[in-house]
């Protein structure tokens, strides 16, 4: 399975942006999927996910209410959009995938196999 995140850029506190992963070489039904981010000097963290099949999404409490994670199976894509962004939310941001996850371990980067390059979001007036 290759992954490929786009849609970073730069953005103004309180605006958004719409993430996008894209998906190959795999069933993609079969996945689930999840955001994580890193900003500079910090681990990784978990930042939402969809589960195999669309059947449950998840989120960091950092994120919920501002995050929504959505896929649309017929282009084998996930899309994480963002809104009321702040300065706390820059970070090189990654998309992760596998299809052996269980809901104990969706919040965690070990459970994921594959992984795309990552796209940056910065925000800042």
């Known amino acids: 399975v290759q992954l490929q995140a786009s849609g970073g850029g730069l953005v103004q506190p309180g605006g958004s942006l719409r993430l996008a992963c894209t998906a190959s070489g795999g069933s993609f039904r079969r996945l689930t999927v999840a955001w994580f981010r890193q900003a500079p000097g910090q681990e990784r963290e978990f930042v939402a996910a969809?589960?195999?099949?669309?059947?449950?999404?998840h989120y960091a409490d950092s994120v919920k209410g501002r995050f929504t994670v959505s896929r649309d199976a017929t282009k084998s894509m996930v899309f994480l959009q963002t809104i009321s962004l702040s300065p706390e939310d820059t970070a090189l941001y990654y998309c992760?995938?596998?299809?052996?996850?269980?809901?104990?371990?969706?919040?965690?980067?070990?459970?994921?196999?594959?992984w795309g390059q990552g796209t940056l979001v910065t925000v800042s007036s």
């Open positions: 969809t589960r195999a099949g669309g059947v449950s999404t």
């Open positions: 992760a995938a596998s299809n052996t996850v269980i809901l104990s371990s969706i919040r965690q980067s070990s459970a994921y196999a594959y």
